[in-house]
Structures are given as structure tokens and as C-alpha cells.
């Protein structure tokens, strides 16, 4: 079968992940493992071995991206059918590593699939994905008669879905009826919706320090100025909120409610309520985007249940929990202003795709689907245990330890905010000449300011080189 022994005292770029896409791919060659024999599931690989099932399953996506694995719903993976594996167009010795930067992060980065280790993005890895959810799904669109799906769809978006929405808001005490709802291509298509809806070049709003890298970019496009709340454990700072809102009356502030992008941290009761009344006395909308709230195991506030929809607009999606190809998401607001927003989304790109939206309401009836959320959680809070201990033991120091959701937000040893020394930016260029993606402050501050701060995705910062690097750096 497979000769395998784990080496930990490699150097360079051969990791655990590397050795076990090695040690396949020489047995598949060697015919040791033919074409349709069953392989060990990742918990019994890692547990025969004494290595984590998060390297197990990096190796196994990694033989399955390049074709040697198959996955099967229900049965793992198998050697894959003889001639399928294909070569890589790129080898090793010609691998250049990425420029990073604002641009990279925006474009290069969905297109870009060399760099190994990704623990600087926003995404859960392809194999915790609900693939058995998305195949039913899929399957179920190939019955659908052609005619129903040949046109351009409903402006508000596909009826069902918007329905299967507000019945779920209402779990989070949000009342909205499925005309209250518009569905977007992902919540990063909502802000910009509401952004081009609400506001007018020139208008001042808030956003939070460190916040969401995609929208800062979305409020320089439209011309708008943007100043920075900071971000604590519990929200927004207030009294910061108050004072800019009286000295330069913001429109609008843009708030990550729930295990927030790129902090982890969540808002309080408190928090919330005063963030209201603030809203309130300032004359401010609340654009709150909650993309993250299925993978909080308790509960939170949620400001537009709070509010009533009166000052509130919503913005939710499916990126983080059944696939960022889907791409579909949704804003819920006042009746007054849902239309506004159905009309600029028209003017801006037509309807959005009702076939993307029928596969998402599939998979979200079908009973597989609030399992997968409870294993996708069980496992996220596994990995920022493990995460933790590690830069507990590097002496890293973390913003919060929010133990859910997809982010930490950490500063490792070595790196600070005094003049003269290694930023975070230099150490996230350094991590990419060796295959490792790092996420630097400065994509979450709207200045784009070298801030000493890098945010981890849990479910990818698992890996030893990772780690190896990290140490020396």
C-alpha cells in the first residue's frame, strides 16, 4: 500500500502536505495504488500517523486539485481513474511568488491558485465545503424544465429563497416579509448597491479600524470619505463614534456585527444599543453586514432586529457557509427603500443569476444542511484552539479570542508599531517568497497604513511550514 513516514525535520519547502502528495503520487505511479482503490478516510491517515487531520485533508484536496484523488460523497476519496492526473503546467523551480498589495488582493488572488498556503484568506477550504448538498442541488437543477430558467428572472430576485430568508431572519428576532429582500451577487454586491442607493460623492461615512478590506475600495470608487472607528472586543468604540459623528456628520457607518472581518470579535448588547441611539441622534444609517452569524454557536445581537428595519439596512449571504462561487447574497431593508435598491441594482447589471439562487435554495431546504453547519462550527472551533496554542507558544498577542467563525487577528512577536522595525507588510512579502500567504493590517485600514497586525484564517494556519516561518521570522 502507501510507505509512508511522516519527517518533521525537513527543512525548506517539503512539508507534512507536501510529503503524504508525494508519497501517492510515487505509489500511484509505481501501480502500488491503482485507479478506483478506496484510500484511508483523513481521521484514520492522520490518526495511523500522529499528524492532524487538517494537514491530512490539505494533502488530499491538494491530490484531488491535481487530479490523483476522487472524492465520492458518502464513500472519501479513491485513486482516481488511470490517465485523469495531470501534470502541472508549472514546476516548482519556475514558481514565482505574488506581489502583494491592495490590487493582488482584490483581483490576482481569485485567479492566482500557486501559493500553497493560503492562511491569509477568507474562505473555508474546498473540502469542508457541503459537496454532497451542492451535488443534490445541482442535480435537482437538471430536472427543472428549461423554460422556467430562460429568462431574466424577478428584479427582487428568486421568490422561494427570499422567502426561506425571512422565515430564517425571524430565529434572530429580524421580522421581514420576502418583499422586503433583495438578492445580490454576494454581500460585497450589496454594499455596493446600498452604497450607490444611500449616498452621494463627497458624503462622509464611518467604518470600523481594522474593518472589511473589499469595502474600502467600494467607498473610494464612489468618492465617498471614509473615517475610521476603531474596533474593540466588544464593537465599535462609541465614544470615538460620537465624536466624529458631531464634528463631521457621516451619513452612514458600515458595521461587521458578528465574528467581524477581520478581528473575530463580536458586537455586545451594550455595544449595539448605544451604537442605535447614536445612529439615531446623528441622523446616520447602519449598513450591518452579518455574513458570518450561521457560524457564531450562540447568540448576538442583531442590530436591524433591534432597530426594526427603520435605520438599519441588512446584508447577509452564502460564501461563508456553502460556497464563494455561488455567489449569492441579499439585503433586507425598509419597504420604503427596498425598492430603491431593486431599481439600482437593475440599472447597475439587470437581475442577478436565478439559477445561482434556485441551487442556494436547494441547498439550504434539503435536511443536510443545518448539519453541516454544526459540524463546519465544530470544526472551526477545534482549529482556533490548535491556532491559538500555537501563538500562544510563538508569543503572539491576540486581539480576541473569539473561538467561532473563520478569523483571528493577531500580532506576531517581533513585529510593532516602532519606527524602524520589520512591519507586517514586509513580513507578509517575506511569507510569500516561501509559498505562504499572510494577510497584512494595512488591507484592513482605510489609510492602508503598515499596521503590525495579520489576520489568520484558522482553518488554513495549521501547517508546519507555516509555522517553521513564523518562528524565524
Known amino acids: 500500500m502507501l510507505d509512508f513516514q511522516p519527517d518533521r525535520t525537513r527543512n525548506g519547502a517539503s512539508t507534512l502536505v507536501d510529503q503524504i502528495v508525494d508519497a501517492y503520487v510515487q505509489a500511484i505511479a509505481a501501480q502500488t495504488l491503482r485507479p478506483g482503490m478506496s484510500v484511508p478516510s483523513v481521521r484514520a491517515f492522520a490518526r495511523e500517523h500522529g499528524i492532524s487531520t487538517y494537514t491530512v485533508a490539505g494533502a488530499y484536496a491538494r ?53 500553497p498556503i493560503k492562511a491569509g484568506c477568507g474562505w473555508l477550504p474546498r473540502e469542508w465545503l457541503n459537496e454532497e448538498g451542492l451535488h443534490q442541488a445541482l442535480r435537482h437543477m437538471g430536472r427543472v424544465p428549461a423554460l422556467r430558467i430562460s429568462g431574466y428572472g424577478h428584479p427582487y430576485g428568486h421568490a422561494p429563497l427570499r422567502e426561506a430568508i425571512a422565515a430564517g431572519l425571524t430565529v434572530h428576532g429580524l421580522q421581514a416579509e420576502a418583499d422586503q429582500i433583495v438578492l445580490t451577487q454576494g454581500v460585497t ?187 463546519t462550527r465544530e470544526r472551526l472551533a477545534q482549529a482556533h484552539a490548535e491556532v491559538e496554542t500555537r501563538m500562544d507558544e510563538a508569543g503572539f498577542d491576540l486581539a480576541a479570542r473569539p473561538q467561532a467563525g473563520l478569523f483571528l487577528w493577531a500580532r506576531p512577536a517581533g513585529v510593532d508599531e516602532d519606527a524602524g522595525t520589520p512591519g507586517a507588510n514586509a513580513l507578509a512579502q517575506q511569507a510569500s517568497q516561501e509559498g505562504i500567504w499572510l494577510a497584512p493590517g494595512s488591507y484592513f485600514d482605510v489609510d492602508q497604513t503598515d499596521l503590525p497586525w495579520i489576520r489568520f484564517n484558522v482553518a488554513y494556519s495549521l501547517d508546519e511550514t507555516l509555522w517553521r516561518f513564523l518562528r524565524k521570522a
Open 189 to 375: 454586491h450589496g454594499l455596493d448597491l446600498v452604497i450607490r442607493t444611500l449616498l452621494q460623492p463627497g458624503d462622509t461615512v464611518l467604518v470600523e479600524q481594522p474593518g472589511y478590506a473589499n469595502l474600502l475600495p467600494l467607498l473610494r470608487l464612489a468618492g465617498m470619505r471614509a473615517l475610521a472607528v476603531p474596533r474593540g472586543g466588544s464593537g465599535p468604540d462609541c465614544e470615538a463614534l460620537d465624536r466624529l459623528a458631531r464634528e463631521h456628520k457621516p451619513r452612514a457607518i458600515f458595521i461587521n456585527t458578528v465574528l467581524q472581518n477581520p478581528s473575530g470579535t463580536t458586537l455586545t448588547m451594550a455595544t449595539a444599543f448605544r451604537l442605535l441611539q447614536l445612529a439615531q441622534q446623528h441622523g446616520m444609517w447602519v449598513v450591518e453586514d452579518d455574513i458570518s452569524r450561521e457560524l457564531l454557536p450562540g447568540v448576538a445581537p442583531l442590530l436591524a432586529a433591534l432597530d426594526g428595519l427603520q435605520r438599519v439596512v441588512y446584508l447577509g449571504g452564502y460564501s461563508k457557509v456553502i460556497s464563494p462561487s455561488v455567489r449569492v447574497g441579499y439585503v433586507v431593508a425598509h419597504r420604503d427603500l427596498v425598492g430603491d435598491l431593486a431599481r439600482t441594482k437593475m440599472a447597475a447589471g439587470l437581475t442577478s443569476p436565478e439559477i445561482m439562487e434556485r441551487i442556494v435554495h436547494q441547498v439550504i431546504r434539503e435536511g443536510r444542511y443545518r448539519g453541516h453547519i454544526l459540524r
Open 63 to 115: 491530490l484531488a486539485a491535481l487530479g490523483w484523488l476522487a472524492a465520492r460523497p458518502g464513500s472519501g476519496y479513491r485513486i482516481a481513474p488511470s490517465g485523469q492526473a495531470p501534470r502541472p503546467s508549472v514546476s516548482p523551480a519556475d514558481w514565482q511568488p505574488p506581489r502583494l498589495g491592495a490590487d493582488w488582493l482584490l483581483s490576482d488572488i481569485y485567479a492566482d491558485h500557486s501559493t
